[in-house]
């Protein structure tokens, strides 16, 4: 596809890119012609209806989510990172349930509701009814809202059990969709099966999993076959069971502690990285596509204003980091770029005139799978979408100790309410509003 697609001149990708709507998003072979365009002027365009497309979709909202990882034991080998078996300077950690609800606790006392559980692949250590015993533990201790998995492919019943145990989003990266670079970077484990990865979201969606996470490594190969081979799997996923990919994460190589690949074989710039944010908020606009503090804190300011949609803020990737404190190396899968605390990328979210989202309420009032694609692409997210951010903001607020913060960040939501007028919703909006304002906690639509 991609040696076959001919640049957009000007004025068709003008054209193209002013037709583009939630209902009428750029197709596979569109994207390949898009990548194929030099022209500045038409990827300003095109990052101008990105981020026109994620309003369409999502309103101003921007969902902040925290990473918990559980466990950096693994037996496989990936070239690219810290979890390796054979990096033997790594300190090997997992959490017990216990510590995993301690570092939850801590989290939650930042004040997320949502966090992505994430570990290595080990037979013994990470297997699903750990992951599930994890899962079960956190929402039984704690008040923590959704919990979603990045864990290794697994079959369809131990699927079933993680579901079961109340995972929402289950993600796994093919980290490269090329098979010869598959198999140089995963010389050995079970992850060196191309094929058990890549069929992994088969299995999950009949397992129960509506909504599901896909993504490619960016750096490990030509940046525009990964590109497209995302986009078709997320035709796959909609063609074959009627649901987008829930979301789209965008990891770029990053150098880890005890790794052999000390750099990308196929770096990407910024400036590629930006056009790949686009086309994904393009071509699979239900998707929440999401850029982790792998990233500069420049470029995670800059892909809000082109369509990314989810940020994680103030992560740690070691397991046990956060009750920790302090930064251990030896036990991080890769480095984390973008360190600032939850509470400025709060604040920067709302200078930048967003929406900081705590908000987890589709998962829990079934907009899932299907239910969740249709209702995107016809506008009705977004009704959804305002009023729990706006909720979620102010109920962070109340409970934020920086007095600043608070006044802030119940100013935007205020002012924000306003976008409400009309609404079927507002009533029922203001009592829930005025009932957090008081103390109360976990009020959605
Ligand atoms: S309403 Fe749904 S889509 Fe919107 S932020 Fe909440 S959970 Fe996400």
Redesign the pocket.
Known sequence: MLAAASPFGRKEAFSLLKSLSPKRRLIPFEAARLLATGDPMVWETAAAMARAMREQV?GR?I?LFAPLYLSNECSNNCLYCGFRRENREARRITLSPEAAVAEARFLEKKGYHRLLLVTGEHPTRTQPAYIGDVLRAIYRETKMRILHVNAAPMTVDDLRMVKEAGAGVYQVFQETYHPETYAAMHPSGAKADFAWRLTCMDRAIPAGFGDVGIGALLGLYDYRYEVLSVLRHAEHLLEAYGTFPHTISVPRFKKAFGSPLSSAPFPVSDAEFERIVILYRLSVPSAGVVVTTREPAALRERVLDIGASQISAGSKTDPGGYAEGRRRHEAEQFEVDDTRPMEEIVRRVLAKGYLP?L?????RKR?TGNTFTEMAVDGH?RD??LP??LLSLAEYAVAAEDATLREESLAAAREARKEMEGSPLLPEFDRKFAFVLEGGRDQCF
């Open positions: 999502f909202r969902v989202s908000c987890t309420s589709c998962y907009r997210i959804f979408c729990n951010a």
